[in-house]
C-alpha cells in the first residue's frame, strides 16, 4: 500500500543476476526484503545479455514480496539500477533486442577504434563514460555495422531500469546518473551530446527524456498496480546508477569520504560536487544528484579472481569453497615470494579502459605452490584497486577515509590485503545493502521524508576499521609500480595475442558469469 504519512520506502535495486527490493523507514532500518535472481546469457563469446522481460517480471515479484510482508502502507517504491545496458525497442516499447549488460564485451573492436580517434579523449571527459565496450556509445555503433536493419527498426534505445520505468509507469524516461555512464550525455549541460549521437547514429527523439535523480513519476498503470499489489497512486522515484546509489548506501557522500567494493567485480569512487574527469582519462563521472557526482573506476575482476582459482587451481576443493581457499592463500607470504598476477581475466576496465588485457602471472619460480598463487591472484585485485585510487587522486580528489563493502568483507585476510595494499586503514559499514538503502535515501530525500541525502553518512555505522600493516604495506607499494609497468609492457603481446585468436582452436568459456 501506498500512504503520504509513511516514513517507509522500498529501494528496488535491479542487478546484474539479480533484482532485490528492501524496505527501509528514516531511521535506516530495514523493515522486509526478497530477491529474485534470472540468467545472464552467453550465446556467443563475448556476450553478455539478458532478457529484459524476466528482469520487469524479477521486480514486480521483488516488489510484491516486500510489500505484503510489511504490515504498515509505503510512501513509494525508489529504484537503483546496473549502468551502461542497451535495449533496442519497436514504437510500442516492445524489446527488439535482449538488455546487452555492461559485462558484454562485443563492441571492443568498435570500442578500441573510437578511443583511438583524435575525439576519443574528448567524448571521455565530455560525457564522464571513459570509451569502453561497456558503454552503450560504442554498443551503438556494434549494432549500426553489425545489424543495420535491426538498427534502423529501432525506435528507441533505453536502458534496463528506463525499460521497467515504461512498463510501471508508462514514462519513457532516463535519469542523469544512468545517462552519464552512457557516453552519450554531456555531464556539464546535463544534455545529449550532439557528437556522440552523431557517432552513435542516432537522434535524441530515439532516446528517453533526462530527468534528475530525484524526479517523481505520479503512479503506476492499473497493471502494474495489480501486479505490485501497490495502490495505483504508488508515487515512483526515478533512482539512480548503482555504483552511486553504493556511495550513498555506505555513507560516503562527502568529498573525501572513497567507497571501495569487491563482489564478482570491483569498483572504487569518491563523492565530489562538480564533474570532472582526470586529464589522462583514468577515471569515470557519473552523476548523483545535479550536485552531487561520484569520480573513480571499476575493475571487472574481483571475487571472480579467486573462484577461478579454486576452479584452475584446486579443483578438489570443490564448489563453495572460498574459505579453504583463503586459509590456502594465508600460508603464503606478503608478496607471494615476488610473484605477481595481472588478475584480468575479463579483460579490464579502471584505469586503462582497455578490452586487450588478459591474465598473467609473471615471476613464477620452482619454489612457488598453489598457497603462492592463490594469494597472488588476490593481492593483484587490490593492487588493481591501488592503481585506481591511483587516478582517484590524479583527477584532482583527496581521499580521506575509505570504506569498504562486498563479498570479500566476509575474509578477515582478504580485509588485510586491501589496506595494506592501499597504505590506509579501511571502514566496514555495518549489514547496509549499499545500492538498495542508497535508492531509498534518495526516494526518502525526493518525497520529502528527509532533509538531505547528507544523513546518510550519520545512518551508517562502521562495524570495523582494518589498519595497514607497515611492513606489509611497504612491500606492496615498493611492488605496485611492477604492477603498473607490466600492464603496459605486455600490451604488444595482449594485441598480438587478439590478432591470432581466430586461428587458435577457441577460448574455454568462463566458470560462472560475470556480475
Same mark, same amino acid.
Given at each position: 500500500?501506498?500512504?503520504?504519512?509513511?516514513?517507509?520506502?522500498?529501494?528496488?535495486?535491479?542487478?546484474?543476476?539479480?533484482?532485490?527490493?528492501?524496505?527501509?523507514?528514516?531511521?535506516? =532500518?530495514?523493515?522486509?526484503?526478497?530477491?529474485?535472481?534470472?540468467?545472464?546469457?552467453?550465446?556467443?563469446?563475448?556476450?553478455?545479455?539478458?532478457?529484459?522481460?524476466?528482469?520487469?517480471?524479477?521486480?514486480?515479484?521483488?516488489?510484491?514480496?516486500?510489500?505484503?510482508?510489511?504490515?504498515?502502507?509505503?510512501?513509494?517504491?525508489?529504484?537503483?539500477?546496473?549502468?551502461?545496458?542497451?535495449?533496442?525497442?519497436?514504437?510500442?516499447? &516492445?524489446?527488439?533486442?535482449?538488455?546487452?549488460?555492461?559485462?558484454?564485451?562485443?563492441?571492443?573492436?568498435?570500442?578500441?577504434?573510437?578511443?583511438?580517434?583524435?575525439?576519443?579523449?574528448?567524448?571521455?571527459?565530455?560525457?564522464?563514460?571513459?570509451?569502453?565496450?561497456?558503454?552503450?556509445?560504442?554498443?551503438?555503433?556494434?549494432?549500426?555495422?553489425?545489424?543495420? =536493419?535491426? *538498427?534502423?527498426?529501432?525506435?528507441?534505445?533505453?536502458?534496463?531500469?528506463?525499460?521497467?520505468?515504461?512498463?510501471?509507469?508508462?514514462?519513457?524516461?532516463?535519469?542523469?546518473?544512468?545517462?552519464?555512464?552512457?557516453?552519450?550525455?554531456?555531464?556539464?549541460?546535463?544534455?545529449?551530446?550532439?557528437?556522440?549521437?552523431?557517432?552513435?547514429?542516432?537522434?535524441?527523439?530515439?532516446?528517453?527524456?533526462?530527468?534528475?535523480?530525484?524526479?517523481?513519476?505520479?503512479?503506476?498503470?492499473?497493471?502494474?498496480?495489480?501486479?505490485?499489489?501497490?495502490?495505483?497512486?504508488?508515487?515512483?522515484?526515478?533512482?539512480?546508477?548503482?555504483?552511486?546509489?553504493?556511495?550513498?548506501?555506505?555513507?560516503?557522500?562527502?568529498?573525501?569520504?572513497?567507497?571501495?567494493?569487491?563482489?564478482?567485480?570491483?569498483?572504487?569512487?569518491?563523492?565530489?560536487?562538480?564533474?570532472?574527469?582526470?586529464?589522462?582519462?583514468?577515471? *569515470?563521472?557519473?552523476?548523483?544528484?545535479? &550536485?552531487?557526482?561520484?569520480?573513480?573506476?571499476?575493475? &571487472?575482476?574481483?571475487?571472480?579472481?579467486?573462484?577461478?582459482?579454486?576452479?584452475?587451481?584446486?579443483?578438489?576443493?570443490?564448489?563453495?569453497?572460498?574459505?579453504?581457499?583463503?586459509?590456502?592463500?594465508?600460508?603464503?607470504?606478503?608478496? %607471494?615470494?615476488?610473484?605477481?598476477?595481472?588478475?584480468?581475466?575479463?579483460?579490464?576496465?579502471?584505469?586503462?579502459?582497455?578490452?586487450?588485457?588478459?591474465?598473467?602471472?609473471?615471476?613464477?619460480?620452482?619454489?612457488?605452490?598453489?598457497?603462492?598463487?592463490?594469494?597472488?591472484?588476490?593481492?593483484?585485485?587490490?593492487?588493481?584497486?591501488?592503481?585506481?585510487?591511483?587516478?582517484?587522486?590524479?583527477?584532482? &580528489?583527496?581521499?580521506?577515509?575509505?570504506?569498504?563493502?562486498?563479498?570479500?568483507?566476509?575474509?578477515?585476510?582478504?580485509?588485510?590485503?586491501?589496506?595494506?595494499?592501499?597504505?590506509?586503514?579501511?571502514?566496514?559499514?555495518?549489514?547496509?545493502?549499499?545500492?538498495?538503502?542508497?535508492?531509498?535515501?534518495?526516494?526518502?530525500?525526493?518525497?520529502?521524508?528527509?532533509? %538531505?541525502?547528507?544523513?546518510?553518512?550519520?545512518?551508517?555505522?562502521?562495524?570495523?576499521?582494518?589498519?595497514?600493516?607497515?611492513?606489509?604495506?611497504?612491500?606492496?607499494?615498493?611492488?605496485?609500480?611492477?604492477?603498473?609497468?607490466?600492464?603496459?609492457?605486455?600490451?604488444?603481446? *595482449?594485441? %598480438?595475442?587478439? =590478432?591470432?585468436?581466430? %586461428?587458435?582452436?577457441?577460448?574455454?568459456?568462463?566458470?560462472?558469469?560475470?556480475?
Amino acid at each position: 500500500m501506498s500512504d503520504a504519512t509513511s516514513t517507509v520506502v522500498v529501494g528496488v535495486d535491479i542487478g546484474t543476476t539479480s533484482t532485490k527490493a528492501v524496505a527501509y523507514d528514516t531511521d535506516g =532500518r530495514r523493515l522486509a526484503m526478497h530477491t529474485v535472481g534470472y540468467p545472464l546469457d552467453e550465446p556467443h563469446p563475448g556476450y553478455a545479455e539478458q532478457d529484459p522481460r524476466l528482469i520487469l517480471d524479477a521486480v514486480v515479484e521483488s516488489v510484491r514480496a516486500v510489500v505484503a510482508e510489511l504490515p504498515e502502507p509505503i510512501a513509494g517504491l525508489s529504484f537503483s539500477t546496473a549502468m551502461h545496458s542497451l535495449i533496442g525497442l519497436d514504437a510500442d516499447g &516492445n524489446p527488439l533486442t535482449p538488455s546487452v549488460t555492461w559485462a558484454d564485451s562485443r563492441a571492443s573492436g568498435q570500442a578500441e577504434r573510437l578511443r583511438a580517434a583524435p575525439s576519443g579523449l574528448a567524448l571521455h571527459r565530455r560525457t564522464g563514460t571513459p570509451v569502453h565496450p561497456m558503454a552503450p556509445l560504442p554498443k551503438l555503433v556494434w549494432f549500426a555495422e553489425q545489424q543495420p =536493419r535491426l *538498427f534502423e527498426r529501432v525506435a528507441h534505445w533505453v536502458g534496463i531500469k528506463d525499460y521497467v520505468l515504461l512498463r510501471l509507469a508508462a514514462a519513457l524516461v532516463t535519469d542523469h546518473s544512468v545517462a552519464s555512464a552512457t557516453g552519450l550525455m554531456d555531464i556539464h549541460r546535463l544534455a545529449w551530446d550532439p557528437e556522440a549521437l552523431g557517432v552513435a547514429g542516432i537522434t535524441e527523439e530515439q532516446l528517453p527524456q533526462l530527468v534528475p535523480t530525484t524526479t517523481v513519476l505520479p503512479g503506476l498503470t492499473a497493471e502494474a498496480a495489480a501486479a505490485t499489489g501497490l495502490p495505483a497512486a504508488t508515487p515512483l522515484v526515478v533512482g539512480a546508477g548503482d555504483g552511486p546509489l553504493a556511495n550513498l548506501g555506505l555513507g560516503a557522500v562527502k568529498p573525501g569520504v572513497v567507497a571501495c567494493s569487491i563482489g564478482t567485480s570491483g569498483a572504487m569512487r569518491v563523492a565530489v560536487e562538480r564533474p570532472a574527469v582526470d586529464p589522462l582519462g583514468g577515471v *569515470f563521472c557519473y552523476a548523483l544528484t545535479e &550536485n552531487r557526482w561520484v569520480v573513480g573506476g571499476a575493475i &571487472n575482476n574481483g571475487g571472480i579472481v579467486l573462484q577461478w582459482a579454486g576452479d584452475a587451481l584446486a579443483p578438489e576443493l570443490g564448489e563453495h569453497a572460498e574459505e579453504e581457499l583463503l586459509e590456502l592463500a594465508a600460508r603464503a607470504p606478503v608478496g %607471494s615470494g615476488g610473484l605477481i598476477m595481472l588478475p584480468y581475466l575479463l579483460s579490464e576496465r579502471a584505469p586503462h579502459w582497455s578490452a586487450l588485457p588478459r591474465g598473467a602471472y609473471v615471476g613464477l619460480t620452482h619454489g612457488h605452490r598453489r598457497e603462492h598463487l592463490v594469494r597472488a591472484a588476490l593481492e593483484g585485485v587490490c593492487q588493481q584497486l591501488a592503481l585506481v585510487l591511483g587516478s582517484v587522486r590524479a583527477a584532482g &580528489n583527496e581521499v580521506r577515509e575509505i570504506r569498504g563493502s562486498g563479498g570479500f568483507a566476509r575474509s578477515p585476510l582478504w580485509r588485510q590485503i586491501l589496506a595494506d595494499a592501499l597504505g590506509m586503514p579501511v571502514r566496514f559499514p555495518a549489514g547496509h545493502e549499499g545500492s538498495s538503502f542508497g535508492a531509498a535515501l534518495l526516494g526518502m530525500q525526493a518525497l520529502g521524508l528527509i532533509g %538531505s541525502i547528507d544523513v546518510a553518512a550519520d545512518l551508517v555505522e562502521i562495524d570495523e576499521t582494518v589498519r595497514p600493516d607497515s611492513a606489509s604495506a611497504a612491500t606492496y607499494a615498493a611492488l605496485l609500480p611492477l604492477f603498473s609497468e607490466l600492464y603496459d609492457a605486455l600490451v604488444p603481446t *595482449f594485441a %598480438s595475442l587478439r =590478432r591470432l585468436a581466430p %586461428s587458435l582452436p577457441p577460448e574455454p568459456p568462463p566458470t560462472a558469469a560475470p556480475m
